[in-house]
Nanobody
Framework: QVQLVESGGGLVQAGGSLRLSCVASGSVFRLNAMGWYRQAPGKQRELVATITSGGSTNYADSVKGRFTISRDNAKNTVYLQMNSLKPEDTAVYYC?????????????WGKGTLVTVSS
């Protein structure tokens, strides 16, 4: 079994910063692309940022220049550094990873971590 566990969410004032972490554990043979998505109340889940196994990154226009995604392959961890936070960044943030085990390759999701930005 593979698990993704997010941490680092919380309450922050507008203009502040948070750093999210997501650790993959279990029968991980190889971590491929990883990413962060978010879902605000009453809205659909949307892509925030992705990073390939080689380190290439992609960001939603709404977070470019404010958020940075990175990964530590030795620790099976992906991070999301969020700066200059805005109230509209309030959402549950989910970690996503395309993971190969010995028997199969699937997309996995974490359970999410809540980020609340107050104005």
């Amino acid at each position: 079994q593979v698990q993704l566990v997010e941490s680092g969410g919380g309450l922050v004032q507008a203009g502040g910063s948070l750093r999210l972490s997501c650790v993959a554990s279990g029968s991980v043979f190889r971590l491929n692309a990883m990413g962060w998505y978010r879902q605000a109340p009453g809205k659909q889940r949307e892509l925030v940022a992705t990073i390939t196994s080689g380190g290439s990154t992609n960001y939603a226009d709404s977070v470019k220049g404010r958020f940075t995604i990175s990964r530590d392959n030795a620790k099976n961890t992906v991070y999301l550094q969020m700066n200059s936070l805005k109230p509209e960044d309030t959402a549950v943030y989910y970690c996503n990873a395309y993971i190969a085990t010995i028997t199969h390759t699937l997309t996995y999701w974490g359970k999410g971590t809540l980020v609340t930005v107050s104005s």
